[in-house]
T-cell receptor, first 108, second 111 residues
Framework: QQPVQSPQAVILREGEDAVINCSSSKALYSVHWYRQKHGEAPVFLMILLKGGEQKGHEKISASFNEKKQQSSLYLTASQLSYSGTYFCGTYYGQNFVFGPGTRLSVLP | EPEVTQTPSHQVTQMGQEVILRCVPISNHLYFYWYRQILGQKVEFLVSFYNNEISEKSEIFDDQFSVERPDGSNFTLKIRSTKLEDSAMYFC?????????FGPGTRLTVT
């Protein structure tokens, strides 16, 4: 059991926007977003909690539809530094499961 | 800013050998995790640890794996008899209020 992400990969030009989606067939109580650059550890971006609370970085926004068990991460006015693989994740019990990832490439 | 550290950064071992991967968590964090990432694949949960006990483990975390807090600060992952398919990056993470902080990882190469 794992979250599903779409798209698998995105290629953008600097300044363009992107949306990355995450969904689960099991009930979601929270959705976490991480970014991993090549050869580095994942870095926390944002958490969305049931009830609408969000905690994360100012320049990144996300939504969480509890009924549809979906979350979307919005990257606006992308910069070269946004390149990396974006993972959503959630707890199933104490087991934290990442989605398969969305590879984002921002070109100059 | 406090950070999670891991040692060694790279470990090469022969099949069948035991390896111990070490992690120093952020001091006031109570939840610890080990993850594995095979090259080019997603990050996979291995085990979570709370209050000096395993709280959950995945199917990957079989009898060859064990975790300990040997001295109350370090957090170790031991693989008793390594296999070729254990070659991967191993990340330790600790949890604050919500988010997990990942260490830089140990690259394990089994030959």
């Amino acid at each position: 059991q794992q979250p599903v992400q779409s798209p698998q990969a995105v290629i953008l030009r600097e300044g363009e926007d992107a949306v990355i989606n995450c969904s689960s067939s099991k009930a979601l109580y929270s959705v976490h977003w991480y970014r991993q650059k090549h050869g580095e550890a994942p870095v926390f971006l944002m958490i969305l909690l049931k009830g609408g609370e969000q905690k994360g970085h100012e320049k990144i926004s996300a939504s969480f539809n509890e009924k549809k068990q979906q979350s979307s991460l919005y990257l606006t006015a992308s910069q070269l530094s946004y390149s990396g693989t974006y993972f959503c994740g959630t707890y199933y019990g104490q087991n934290f499961v990442f989605g398969p990832g969305t590879r984002l490439s921002v070109l100059p | 800013e406090p950070e999670v550290t891991q040692t060694p950064s790279h470990q090469v071992t022969q099949m069948g050998q035991e390896v111990i991967l070490r992690c120093v968590p952020i001091s006031n964090h109570l939840y610890f995790y080990w993850y594995r990432q095979i090259l080019g694949q997603k990050v996979e949960f291995l085990v979570s640890f709370y209050n000096n006990e395993i709280s959950e483990k995945s199917e990957i975390f079989d009898d060859q794996f064990s975790v300990e807090r040997p001295d109350g600060s370090n957090f170790t992952l031991k693989i008793r008899s390594t296999k070729l398919e254990d070659s991967a990056m191993y990340f330790c993470a600790t949890r604050g209020a919500y988010e997990q902080y990942f260490g830089p990882g140990t690259r394990l190469t089994v030959t």
